[in-house]
């Protein structure tokens, strides 16, 4: 009886199926905004280094790129630019297993099911404990990244927040303020009864000049490529 309250990615595509939505079509964009062309780029971080060095091998050879070991970029404390928030954090140390661990070889042992929800309380059994969204893994592609974000399916809802702010309302510590609003903003979410919360970026538009938190800096410029 438990297991009745689990819901599935298809189980929610099945319940959304006449009310998915076309992926956009980028082929509609003119030239001049396709690609690596593209004037989002430098809003979410992307130099060229990253297109030429990463992307373009990927796309070309659809897996990643070699390279030798270690980063002799700047600091990114020190950058002129602004860096994704992920560029401030370094590997020390890397773990190796032989033979390698991973969720193929090691089914019994390893899986890459993430649920999704609120989780109830451990020290009191019950099947709220699965009554969650489990993915078959951690990666979502663009349509059901749509469909969680619009979902209804038993009774559950998503409440989408900002995670930008524009340029011109930035200011000493304004990061921190707009950070601030996102929490409150998702405590609010909660308390009102949503169990899926996406902090999203996508309305941000390089032409109003909108900075993402997660690569902003306060008294800063907006975020700019090489």
């Known amino acids: 009886e438990w297991l009745q309250q689990k819901i599935t990615l298809d189980e929610i595509r099945n319940a959304n199926m006449l009310n998915a939505l076309p992926v956009e079509d980028l082929s509609l964009l003119p030239a001049s905004q396709r690609g690596i062309f593209d004037p989002r780029l430098s809003l979410f971080g992307y130099t060229t280094e990253t297109v030429n060095m ?5 796309f070309k050879n659809k897996k990643e790129a070699l390279g030798s070991m270690g ?3 700047p600091l990114a404390c020190l950058s002129n630019f602004q860096p994704v928030a992920y560029e401030y954090f370094k590997q020390l140390f890397a773990q190796v297993t032989n033979p390698p661990i ?4 090691e089914k019994v042992v390893m899986s890459m099911q993430c649920p999704l929800g609120p989780e109830a ?4 059994p019950s099947a709220q404990q699965v009554h969650r969204i489990w993915l078959t893994n951690p990666i979502l592609s663009i349509p059901d990244t749509q469909l969680l974000k619009r979902n209804t399916h038993r009774g559950w809802k998503t409440k989408v927040l ?3 702010i524009p340029v011109q309302r930035r200011r000493p510590g304004g990061i921190s303020s707009a950070s601030e ?4 903003e998702g405590y609010n979410a909660a308390q009102a009864g949503y169990q899926l919360i ?8 390089l032409q109003r000049h909108d900075c993402r938190l997660g690569s902003a800096r ?3 410029t907006a975020p700019s490529s090489d």
């Not at 309380?121 to 009191?124: A, H, I, P, S, Y």
């Not at 996406?198 to 538009?205: H, P």
């Open 162 to 164: 900002g995670h930008y």
């Open 54 to 58: 990463l992307l373009i091998p990927m």
């Open 218 to 220: 306060s008294g800063g």
């Open 102 to 105: 991973d969720p193929f070889r």
């Open 71 to 73: 980063n002799d970029s």
């Open 198 to 205: 996406v902090i999203s970026d996508r309305n941000g538009r």
């Open 121 to 124: 309380n451990l020290l009191q």
């Open 181 to 184: 609003r996102v929490c409150r």
